[in-house]
């Protein structure tokens, strides 16, 4: 029974980060978390490795939207050796006048800057939200370059110090302070870039430890963290390092939410747990696909596990609702992976063949701007328009002749399950992973060669011409399935 694997014992997920908006790999792990509670009273602490010193802001907004209940609790490694705890009501002010220094004002950004004896010394930003002190900069005299920076969180207190190499950006030391303004770790860079760490000091229970590097403060704090007897989910490659030499009688299941291959060669971020699989009680991949691949590099099978991504089977359709429009949708993440500039390039074909149907895209990220500026150059600002985030997918899903997926790569591509689930079919690339075990071609969507604009283009006319109806989902891709499947697997161990 799973209770006999878990009775009594806290469960663990450790992750890279937890933002407040979020998708992809950290809707799935909160998503999982919770189905795990809920379907079998496991209690979980989900553990966080980067430096946020107003970590409970994330960890309110969580359990305000329901993203976690109180048998879900929330630990990070900087505040676990800190003693950080957020109960501190008494917030310290930073008046914006310091005595001995002449201030001018940029109150477009709330910053302020330094003077004394007629030179630039010192630069502070205030949030422009709260106004609240963020950042305290010491400049070197006579330039605008930051020497040291001290950082500041909510409560007003100084949680970090920063120095940085002479004429760069770089950090050369880091030094992190607890409420009581005392130091409990540092890390020494080397210069070279932004974040190389070389070295750490970490004084815990009144002993100085020496750290080797980053993923080695990692492992100390898994070590002490961590309690035996539970499961830890790791669902981030930056930390299969870190978990495997933990020395916690944990059983340690790693999931996989990307390709581990998009070059042909084994990406660097997986080839420790790969070479390594040995030591870890479960790999969990979300494709057949995937599985097949891994199984091909020589790990035992006994290691390995397909349990895809799922949809709520309670979450009701209704078919007969949906009356697409005249349009074409993408939702994501504008990223390269996503490699959005192929569907806007596609669409010019199709708008001069058909040019009342239009595509619709949903998201932002870094290539925003580069894709809004190609659809101008293309003149398609009629036919290819940029909708900005969406928390109503059902409804774009919906009004939908299909959706278009255009990615280099995938873990899975939810997306897809997404637009199967609101009978949206689905043009997809094939790409690795997610397509081959999603999609029948011709049925519930189309696989097409993986950046053939042109046959992308034609793929799309070929669903005006022809569109694809009744579209569902197989039932192995909703919960009543894959939490069958995490109760199989945890009533193995």
């Known amino acids: 029974m799973v209770e006999m694997v878990t009775e009594n014992k806290m469960n663990y997920v450790v992750t890279s980060i937890l933002r407040a908006e979020f998708g992809g790999r950290t809707k799935a792990l909160i998503q999982r978390t919770k189905n795990l509670n809920e379907h079998f009273g496991l209690e979980f602490t989900l553990v966080t490795t980067n430096y946020n010193a107003n970590y409970n802001n994330i960890y309110d907004h969580y359990y305000e939207k329901g993203y976690a209940n109180e048998k879900i609790g929330f630990e990070n490694v900087y505040d676990y050796f800190s003693g950080r705890n957020y109960k501190n009501n008494e917030i310290v002010e930073h008046p914006i006048e310091i005595p001995g220094y002449n201030v001018r004002p940029n109150e477009k950004n709330h910053t302020y800057k330094y003077y004394k004896n007629g030179q630039f010394v010192r630069l502070r930003t205030y949030d422009q939200t709260t106004g609240k002190l963020k950042f305290d900069d010491i400049i070197v005299p ?43 770790l540092s890390f020494s860079h080397t210069g070279e870039d932004e974040n190389s760490i070389w070295r750490g000091h970490l004084l815990h229970n009144n002993t100085i430890i020496a750290l080797k590097d980053e993923k080695d403060f990692f492992r ?12 830890t989910f790791c669902d981030a490659r930056i930390l299969d390092q870190s978990l495997l030499n933990c020395s916690i009688a944990t059983k340690k299941y790693f999931i996989l939410h990307n390709s581990h291959n998009v ?7 997986y080839q420790y747990l790969i070479e390594h699989a040995d030591k870890a009680d479960k790999i969990i991949v979300l494709t057949r696909e995937q599985l097949s691949d891994l199984l091909d590099l020589g790990i035992d099978p006994a290691r390995m596990t397909v349990i895809p991504h799922s949809m709520d089977d309670a979450e009701t359709v209704d078919f007969a609702s949906r009356k697409p429009e005249k349009k074409f949708v993408f939702i994501g993440r504008i990223v390269p992976q996503k490699q959005v500039h192929h569907i806007v390039r596609a669409f010019s074909q199709v708008a001069e063949k058909y040019p009342d149907y239009w595509m619709e895209i949903y998201g932002d990220g870094k290539e925003t701007g580069d894709v809004s500026q190609l659809i101008d150059e293309l003149g398609l600002g009629e036919n290819v328009k940029m909708m900005g985030r969406t928390d109503n997918i059902q409804s774009v899903f919906r009004n939908a002749i299909a959706s278009v997926i255009s990615s280099h790569y995938e873990g899975f591509g939810l997306v897809i399950m ?6 949206c079919p689905v043009i997809s690339y094939d790409f690795k992973y997610g397509p081959k075990d999603l999609l029948t071609d011709g049925e519930n969507g189309y696989i097409i060669e993986k950046d053939n604009i042109d046959l992308l283009a034609d793929t799309i006319i070929k669903m005006i011409e022809n569109p694809i109806t009744e579209v569902k989902l197989s039932n192995d891709y909703y919960l009543s399935s894959t939490i069958e499947k995490w109760g199989r697997l945890l009533e193995q161990q």
Request: net charge positive; with cysteine.
């Open 142 to 184: 006579g330039s605008s370059q930051r020497r040291i920076r001290y950082e500041y969180n909510d409560f007003g207190l100084c949680h970090r110090k920063i120095m940085y190499k002479p004429n760069t950006l770089n950090k050369i030391e880091e030094i992190f302070y607890d409420d009581q303004g005392k130091i409990y």
């Open 220 to 231: 100390y704090a898994f070590d002490h963290i961590l309690q035996a007897g539970g499961v």
């Open 263 to 269: 070059t042909g060669t084994i990406a660097k971020t």
């Open 418 to 423: 997404e637009s199967l689930h609101y009978g």
